[in-house]
C-alpha cells in the first residue's frame, strides 16, 4: 500500500499540538510551555494549541470526540503544517468512532507521536496518509535544558527535508534518570547521560528491504480486532518496529502478545524485526527480553529474520524519528539501518 507523504515542514511553519491520549499537559503547564519554546527555537516554528489540548485531563477523558475534533481543527486548518502529539497515555482508541478517514486523506499533514499514538498511526495509515513515529510535546521537545542533539538532528532529516534520511545511526549517549516533570525548578537541569553500547545484531544473514510498520506493543493489542488493525497484507515484506512503554509489561506477556502475531500469520510474512531500547529495565533484563524474542522467532521458523534490537524509537531516550510506511533497508551482512525513500513531499 502506497501512503500518501505530507508536504515536509520548513522553519516558519505553523505546528499544532494536540492532546489526543490524555490530558497531562493541563497537569504541567510549566513544561508544556517549555516544550512550545524548544520546539520553536529548535526548528522556526509557530507552535499553536489545538482547541483543547490544554483542557482539564478529567474532562478531556470524558470527550474522545472533542481529542478528535482538535485533530480535525488542526488538519482542516490551512495555517496549520503539521500535528506533534502533547503525550501518549493508554485512551486514544476511543477516538475511533469520531475520525473522519477521508478529512485525513484529503490534508496529509506531519503527524508525530509515540506510544498510545500508535493507534492514530493506524488510523492514519487506513486512511492512506504516511505519519512518523516519535517527537511528542511533553517527552521529547520539553526534555530538560533542551532537546537533544540527536532528536533534533533526527526531526530535521525525516520530515524537513525531501531526500532520504539515509543511513541511521545509534545514538551516542542514553538515559533512563527521572527527573520530576511536575517540579518546575528541574525544567533546565540537564539529566544524566551514560555512553550507549548500540544496536544489537540478534540474527539474520542477508539484507531485506520493506516499508516500515508497527509501535507500541499494548497500543497495537488494544486495537487487534478492530477497524484499523493493518490487514496481513500490510506485513508482507515489510519491516516490523516494536517497542513496550514504561508500564514494563512481563517478558511473559510479551512473548504471548508475539506468539499471537504468529498465529495470525504476521511473523511469517515480515521481513525484518526492529525492537527498540525497553525502558526502565536492568541490563540483564533487557538482554533476557531480546533472547526470550528470539526465541519467539525460531519457534515461528524465522531463525533467519533479521533481528535488530537496542534501537533508538519510543520510549528511549533521546527519542528519534521513525517514518513509518518508508522504504527502510536493514543490512545485517555490513550491520547498516537505512531509510531509502523520502518520507515527505
Known amino acids: 500500500m502506497e501512503l500518501i507523504r505530507p508536504p515536509a515542514l520548513k522553519p516558519g511553519d505553523t ?28 526548528f522556526g516554528f509557530t507552535v ?14 470524558d470527550h474522545p470526540e472533542a481529542r478528535a475534533a482538535d485533530l480535525h481543527w488542526a488538519l482542516e486548518n490551512p495555517e496549520v503544517a503539521g500535528i506533534v502529539s502533547a503525550i501518549g497515555g493508554n485512551d486514544s482508541i476511543r477516538l475511533l468512532p ?32 504516511a505519519s512518523f513515529y516519535g ?10 535544558a533542551g532537546m537533544h542533539s540527536f532528536t533534533i538532528e533526527s526531526f530535521r532529516r525525516t520530515v524537513m527535508s525531501t531526500e532520504p534520511a539515509g543511513e541511521l545511526a545509534a545514538a551516542p549517549e542514553w538515559t533512563e534518570q527521572r527527573l520530576d516533570w511536575r517540579d518546575p525548578g528541574l525544567q533546565d537541569e540537564r539529566r544524566l547521560w ?3 553500547y548500540g544496536w544489537l545484531w540478534l540474527q539474520g544473514e542477508q539484507p531485506v528491504t520493506g516499508p516500515v510498520i508497527g509501535g507500541c506493543l499494548e497500543s497495537l493489542d488494544m486495537a ?50 526492529l525492537f527498540s531500547r525497553p525502558e526502565d529495565r536492568s541490563l540483564r533484563e533487557t538482554l533476557e527480553l531480546y533472547a526470550a524474542v528470539k526465541q519467539e522467532l525460531a519457534d ?8 535488530v534490537a537496542n534501537l533508538d524509537f519510543g520510549h528511549s531516550c533521546p527519542m528519534g524519528l521513525l517514518p513509518l510506511g518508508a522504504r527502510l533497508t536493514v543490512d545485517p551482512v555490513h550491520k547498516r539501518i537505512s531509510i531509502d525513500e523520502p518520507a515527505v513531499s
Do not use: C
Open 15 to 42: 505546528v499544532a499540538i494536540v492532546s489526543l491520549s490524555s490530558g497531562l499537559a493541563s497537569l504541567m503547564p510549566h513544561r508544556y510551555a517549555a516544550g512550545k519554546r524548544q520546539l520553536a527555537e529548535t
Open 48 to 61: 499553536v494549541d489545538a482547541p483543547h489540548a490544554t483542557a482539564d485531563a478529567g474532562w478531556l477523558r
Open 98 to 129: 469520531h475520525l473522519d478517514l477521508d478529512l485525513i486523506r484529503r490534508h496529509p499533514k506531519v503527524f508525530t507521536g509515540y506510544s498510545d499514538n500508535t493507534i492514530q498511526h493506524l488510523v492514519h495509515r487506513q486512511a492512506g496518509v
Open 135 to 144: 517527537m511528542s510535546l511533553l517527552a521529547t521537545a520539553a526534555e530538560n
Open 300 to 307: 515461528a521458523g524465522r531463525p533467519d529474520l533479521p533481528f
Open 194 to 196: 551514560m555512553p550507549n
Open 224 to 273: 487487534l480486532g478492530s477497524s484499523i488493525f493493518p490487514p496481513l497484507t500490510a506485513f508482507e515484506g515489510a519491516v516490523l518496529h516494536l517497542e513496550v512503554s514504561e508500564e514494563k509489561p512481563p517478558i511473559e506477556q510479551i512473548t504471548h502478545w508475539l506468539r499471537g502475531f504468529t498465529a495470525m500469520g504476521v511473523t511469517e510474512r515480515i521481513a525484518g524485526l
